[in-house]
């Protein structure tokens, strides 16, 4: 064996040795999140566009005329019957621009600021790295949407004591429902971000790529083609915004309120093609993004 050989042969030893595992990439995410404010600042920012524009905005409406056509419909939405579905049919237009961004940090921060080539090589896998803050928006997400239920019940309770709302308490099962479906559209949200920020390398560019999907495309262009023929509602309703808006508008029909009306959702697919959808787009997404990310020089 000769010098230069033993030599590499250590370095690539040296080099396994030293590599961080998906145990330091996770604690190493965890830690980047944590101390973001930014993460915080959106997040707080959707729990006040629930509070704001679901039940004060609302509830000042009713009040001024509660008898009216607006008030009875209003009124079936801010009870504490329909609290765990009333926010969620803001999840795919206001709260996008929330999500969307969350994934952009997730995915390409670190060519904002720089540190991508600083840290790759403490790592033996690329993949375990993204993986890693993959698991981070999981867990995100899980907690935005519990929150996101929280601050919905307690504006509901708050706005239906001081309106003299009679209202019931929805099922736990529903509720349950609810949460689940809630984190997977967060979570599906944040790979959108998240795979086109890796894609554009860039933590801007990313966001008002996914953004501008998500408002731009599917909420006005393909609204705009529906009269074009019922394919085209069938094409949105598998569509990462679409199938969030059916998913949601389903549950909301179950518990007994209008939300074509209400929130302009409808059913554009059964709630298990939704279901699908939007599990596929989330993996999709998040494949894409990785094994791009793999391929190509950073």
């Known amino acids: 064996m000769t010098t230069t050989t033993k030599r590499t042969a250590i370095t690539k030893r040296t080099a396994s040795r030293s590599s961080a595992g998906?145990?330091?990439?996770?604690?190493?995410?965890?830690?980047?999140?944590?101390?973001?404010?930014?993460?915080w600042v959106l997040v707080a920012v959707w729990l006040l566009q629930v509070v704001i524009f679901a039940y004060a905005i609302n509830a000042a409406v009713y009040s001024q005329n509660p008898g009216s056509p607006t008030g009875t419909?209003?009124?079936?939405?801010l009870g504490v019957n329909v609290a765990h579905v009333w926010p969620l049919a803001s999840m795919p237009t206001y709260g996008s621009f929330v999500f969307v961004l969350l994934g952009?940090?997730?995915?390409?921060?670190?060519?904002?600021?720089?540190?991508?080539?600083?840290?790759?090589?403490?790592?033996?896998?690329?993949?375990?790295?993204?993986?890693?803050?993959?698991?981070?928006?999981?867990v995100l997400s899980?907690?935005?949407?519990?929150?996101?239920?929280?601050?919905?019940?307690?504006?509901?309770?708050?706005?239906?004591?001081?309106?003299?709302?009679?209202?019931?308490?929805?099922?736990?099962?529903?509720v349950l429902v609810s949460f689940a479906l809630g984190a997977l559209v967060v979570f599906m949200m944040t790979a959108i971000g998240f795979a086109l920020s890796l894609v554009l390398r860039s933590l801007l560019g990313g966001f008002l790529a996914g953004f501008g999907w998500?408002?731009?495309i599917e909420v006005l262009l393909m609204r705009m083609l529906s009269p074009l023929g019922d394919w085209v509602d069938g094409v949105r309703g598998l569509l990462p915004v679409g199938?969030?808006?059916?998913?949601?508008?389903?549950?909301?029909?179950?518990?007994?309120?209008?939300?074509?009306?209400?929130?302009?959702?409808?059913?554009?697919?059964?709630?298990?093609?939704a279901v699908v959808a939007?599990?596929?787009?989330?993996?999709?997404l998040f494949a894409t993004a990785i094994a791009l990310f793999r391929r190509r020089d950073v």
């Open 278 to 284: 939007l599990i596929a787009w989330t993996v999709i």
């Open 243 to 273: 199938s969030s808006s059916a998913l949601i508008a389903a549950i909301g029909e179950k518990a007994g309120f209008d939300t074509a009306a209400t929130a302009g959702l409808s059913e554009l697919v059964s709630p298990w093609a």
């Open 214 to 216: 998500a408002i731009g």
């Open 22 to 39: 998906f145990g330091a990439a996770l604690q190493g995410g965890v830690a980047t999140f944590m101390a973001r404010p930014l993460v």
């Open 104 to 138: 952009a940090l997730a995915g390409a921060s670190d060519y904002r600021f720089g540190t991508f080539r600083l840290i790759l090589p403490r790592y033996a896998s690329r993949t375990g790295l993204l993986g890693a803050r993959i698991v981070c928006l999981a």
């Open 73 to 77: 419909l209003l009124a079936g939405s």
């Open 142 to 174: 899980v907690a935005v949407s519990a929150l996101t239920l929280l601050t919905s019940f307690a504006a509901s309770a708050i706005v239906s004591s001081s309106l003299k709302l009679d209202t019931g308490v929805p099922p736990v099962s529903d």
